[in-house]
């Protein structure tokens, strides 16, 4: 079973920055993607960027140049969300997920919270 555990959320100024980590653990195939989803208030979750095993990645349009996704995979498998220069429409709950290609399995953390404020 893969097991997903986000951190690094909390409070931010706009023009601020906040680094999220997901750990992933388990059993994990080598084909997969992951990605960094969030969800505001009243809104749908939506994808904001999302990494491929081969290092490939694509961002939601209004966070590109401002959020920076990364994996680290040599000796523990984790994602991390850059994000700079945070703006108050950046506020909601953000999901790490990773994405099975084989056996097309969604495995989802239980979210961390992020909000951007004066």
């Known amino acids: 079973q893969v097991q997903l555990v986000e951190s690094g959320g909390g409070t931010a100024q706009p023009g601020g920055s906040l680094r999220l980590s997901c750990v992933i653990s388990?059993?994990?195939?080598?084909?997969?993607?992951m990605s960094w989803y969030r969800q505001a208030p009243d809104k749908q979750r939506e994808l904001v960027a999302m990494?491929?095993?081969?290092?490939?990645?694509?961002y939601l349009p209004e966070v590109e140049g401002r959020f920076t996704i990364s994996r680290e995979t040599q000796t523990n498998n984790i994602v991390y969300l850059q994000m700079n220069s945070l703006e108050p429409q950046d506020t909601g709950v953000y999901y790490c997920?990773?994405?099975?290609?084989?056996?097309?399995?969604?495995?989802w953390g239980q979210g961390t919270q992020v909000t951007v404020s004066s």
């Open positions: 990494i491929a095993k081969g290092g490939s990645t694509s």
């Open positions: 997920n990773v994405f099975l290609v084989a056996s097309e399995q969604h495995f």
């Open positions: 388990g059993d994990l195939p080598a084909r997969n993607v």
